[in-house]
């Protein structure tokens, strides 16, 4: 017989998991090693981690340990294919923070915004 937890239990549970980001944190560690497959995969998430403290857990989402391996971020394709995709203006924007960081400019950052990652309940 399971033990049912009362609904503020599972709210503050829930919280706790959205304020720590938790989720999204392991949405990009079981990205990256469904596509890397390492043989050693407990070292390998343990080197994960360690980045994950670099760069802070607010900027971890799901692509975070993938996104070099997506198809638009292939630099001679971003080159020569304008699209007009999400990533062909992504690649503008880049571009134009360059030439203003060259000209002493601040940098903007890039428009591309992850899908975030809801947190649901198992029924």
Known sequence: MSKTVPANNREAAKQYLATHRIPQMFESLLSCLMLERPEDPVEFISKKMSEVKEIGLDNVNWETFVFHLHPYRD?????????????????????????????????????????????????
């Open 75 to 123: 630099n001679l394709r971003r080159n020569l294919v304008h699209d007009g995709s999400k990533y062909d203006k992504e690649r503008e924007e880049e571009e134009e923070a360059k030439a203003d960081n060259e000209r002493g400019l601040s940098q903007s950052r890039a428009s591309y915004k992850p899908e975030v990652f809801q947190l649901t309940e198992a029924q």
